[in-house]
């Protein structure tokens, strides 16, 4: 069983927004006892072809809340994304809250500061967030208690958020038939990555467990919500007791024949500065495209 502080009966209200773009899903998560509530994962669109911005899939989770009456207490990042941009700030300019993310924030900026060639203004302390946290820690939504779990592997910085009896995963897992996140990307690690993923399934079978990303495997519906107890029996990576070994084994063998994200290159350079878009020296958004730096 878990050493972290889990509570089954506190039931958080979930409504989930899956973006076709990017295969993403954000959350609203409710406190049951008051109309204080979290938002997980939000998505800024963009069209990166056209290096145009929106805020559609934002602008709906700002109008759900609005009209619900609820109070955005937190904005909360699983980790830097690869494949979507947040519009956390967007959101907490429009609704207020607090933005959150793991502390090896720090890690990530530092690699992917020198892979993007940022100069010294850009701050590597993790300041663009309002909360660091470390694996653990707890904080407030309302009066409903939440906790971060520290699951690196997919990248450094990735934490599970668990409010009550849900789970929030980020990219640590898929539905079960979907299997497991990647683990090469810079920072990544497959065997770190299996350790964070029994640590996930250590908390109550019950508990409800939200994914970050869903693809629809073999043509099925898309999901994404599951439990620990069908993830441990079903999970085709890591279910039915499969070994840390062959996990490993099949993990790197697998990474090695995907492809990068689409919008990598303009995901990390948002993300790791808690959505914001960069600018050039003249203070106009621009992003950049190291070559065969990634």
């Known amino acids: 069983m878990t050493d972290y502080p889990v509570n089954m009966d506190i039931k958080p209200e979930v409504d989930a927004f899956f973006d076709e773009a990017t295969n993403t899903i954000s959350y609203i998560v409710k406190d049951p006892t008051s109309n204080a509530c979290a938002i997980v ?14 805020y559609d899939h934002a602008d709906e989770l700002i109008r759900v809340i609005k009209e619900r009456g609820l109070d955005l207490q937190w904005i909360i990042e699983t980790h830097v994304h690869a494949d979507h941009l947040s519009a956390a700030p967007y959101i907490q ?19 992917f500061g020198k892979i993007f060639n940022e100069g010294t203004e850009f701050q590597r302390d993790g300041s663009q967030f309002d909360a660091l946290f470390k694996d653990g820690d707890t904080y407030m939504v309302g009066n409903m208690p939440a906790f971060a779990m520290y699951t690196p592997g997919h990248t450094p910085a990735c934490m599970v958020h668990v409010y009550g009896n849900a789970a929030f995963v980020g ?8 299997g497991s996140a990647r683990a090469d990307f810079p920072g990544g690690d497959a065997a770190t990555l299996y350790d964070s993923i029994q640590k996930v399934l250590s908390l109550p079978d019950e508990t409800r467990l939200f994914m970050c990303h869903d693809y629809g495997p073999n043509g099925r519906d898309i999901e994404w919500e599951t439990t620990v107890g069908d993830e441990k029996a079903h999970n ?9 070994e062959d996990f490993v084994k099949f993990r790197t063998e697998r990474d090695a024949q995907l492809d990068m994200p689409k919008l990598i290159i303009p995901s990390l350079q948002v993300n790791m500065r808690a959505g914001e878009v960069p ?11 190291p070559v065969n730096g990634l």
């Not at 994962?41 to 929106?54: E, H, K, L, Q």
């Not at 300019?93 to 690699?111: H, P, R």
Request: proline share 3%; charged share 30%.
């Open 41 to 54: 994962d939000s998505v800024m669109d963009i069209d990166y072809a056209a290096g145009r911005i929106t």
């Open 93 to 111: 300019e429009q609704l207020g809250g607090k933005i959150g993310i793991g502390d090896k924030i720090m890690v990530v900026q530092d690699t």
């Open 171 to 178: 990219d640590t897992l898929f539905m079960p038939d979907g």
């Open 236 to 244: 085709i990576h890591v279910g039915q007791g499969k070994s840390k």
């Open 279 to 289: 600018t050039d020296k003249d203070g106009v958004p621009m992003l950049k495209v």
